[in-house]
């Protein structure tokens, strides 16, 4: 009993020390708070959901009613408005990078499409400017169907169709990219902070030289560690909820249908084991620069290959198997489950379980190389 206790206050007071740590580091509470404020908002607001002023020149050849209601349609917020301009100016403006697009509309255009034949026009595309290359190709055609249908039949009217569709969107019924761009943006920061803290944590005591002091102290390498875990995990969670509370619900305004205490307990539980991993990477690195220098290692297939950019089916299989093994996808699993689809812990047990056992792991490593690494230092 005397040992439990013992262990308890020795891991709550060297936690107590981590944080007085991490208030006098600036850079890292810079950090803390710019990730979980406005990187947040900027990954939600700053990254247009759809095509946005797109600039667009247009060569009309006809002059006619029907290519003035075209033009007329390329409007804002998917365009600039179009500017006019001739065949000679049309590849000038696409060299100097003025224009995305140039629709050429042909000569005796309206003429031909009312007698029935499919007159084609020209569409040039700045292929550099790739994410507007492609969707706004298909807004431009879709534009031009639709205009093109409705001064044939006069009314804007689809064509019947032998079978109707009725799509349903659920758990974003709007389809705002920004609900899952910033939800998204703070499961990613979770992971990325949860593995800096506790690896700086444990790299600065050996720069500042404290770790010599916590060698002559009554504590073993358990306690430390603990410590560190604890108070990190705490730091990341505390800063989490508050993003999620004021910066998602509050200044973005985005509806999360889950719970957020349980999101909360799979971030603590998953917070276990990233800070077991920044524990194992602090043992090896030998400095802050090659720490960091080994979290981009790290994060970068975390983060892309968890499953909160690409779904893990579009993967190839070697890759889902050994990113199964990771903490990081099984976390994303359960977040966007109680977050987008508001799923209870009768849905996400088994991420829990398999974050929970992928923690146990990581930890018992980190702790058989924590002790290692304070032992050549005796």
């Known amino acids: 009993m005397a040992n439990g206790s013992t262990l308890l206050r020795n891991t709550w007071n060297l936690g107590l020390k981590e944080f007085r740590s991490l208030s ?24 247009p959901e759809s095509l946005n002023r797109a600039s667009i020149a247009v060569v009309d050849e006809d002059r006619s009613q029907l290519s003035t209601r075209i033009v007329a349609a390329l409007q804002p917020p998917q365009f600039i408005p179009p500017e006019h301009v001739g065949l000679a100016d049309m590849d000038r403006g696409m060299d100097a990078g003025l224009h995305t697009f140039v629709l050429d509309i042909p000569p005796d255009f309206e003429r031909d499409v009312l007698a029935g034949r499919s007159p084609a026009l020209q569409l040039n595309v700045d292929a550099t400017r790739q994410s507007q290359a492609q969707t706004g190709t298909g ?9 093109v249908r409705a001064f044939v039949q006069r009314v804007r009217t689809p064509a019947p169709q032998p079978v109707e569709l ?47 002091h916590l060698l002559v102290m009554p ?38 249908a889950g719970s957020a205490l349980l999101f909360g307990a ?49 993967m190839p299989e070697t890759i889902q198997y050994l990113m199964s093994l990771a903490p990081t996808t099984h976390y994303v699993s359960l977040a966007q489950a109680i977050l987008f689809r508001n799923a209870g812990p009768d849905l996400v047990w088994p991420a829990f379980l398999m974050v929970a056992a992928i923690g146990v792991a990581f930890f018992y490593l980190a702790l058989h190389r924590l002790r290692r690494t304070i032992g050549t230092m005796q």
């Not at 807004?139 to 205009?147: H, K, M, R, W």
Request: glycine share 8%; aromatic share 8%; hydrophobic share 55%.
């Open 266 to 314: 799979g971030t603590l539980l998953y917070l276990f084991a990233a800070a077991s991993i920044g524990i194992y990477m602090g043992t090896i690195a030998r400095s802050m620069p090659q720490f960091g220098l080994m979290s981009i290692l790290v994060l970068l297939p975390l983060q892309i290959l968890s499953g909160g950019v690409t779904p893990r089916e579009s």
């Open 166 to 212: 009725v799509p349903r969107a659920m758990f974003n019924p709007n389809l705002n990219a920004s609900w899952f761009a910033a939800i998204n943006a703070i499961i990613n920061n979770v992971t990325m902070l949860g593995i800096l803290l506790t690896g700086a944590a444990l790299i600065r005591e050996r720069e500042h030289g404290t770790i010599e």
């Open 139 to 147: 807004y431009i055609q879709n534009i031009i169907d639709d205009e």
């Open 219 to 256: 504590v073993t390498p358990f306690e430390i560690m603990m410590s560190k875990v604890w108070s990190m995990g705490v730091v990341v969670l505390l800063a989490s909820s508050f993003s999620l509370q004021v910066m998602v619900k509050g200044v973005l305004g985005i509806a999360v």
């Open 24 to 47: 006098r580091d600036m850079a890292l509470m810079f950090l803390i708070v710019f990730m979980f404020s406005a990187s947040i908002y900027a990954d939600a607001r700053a990254k």
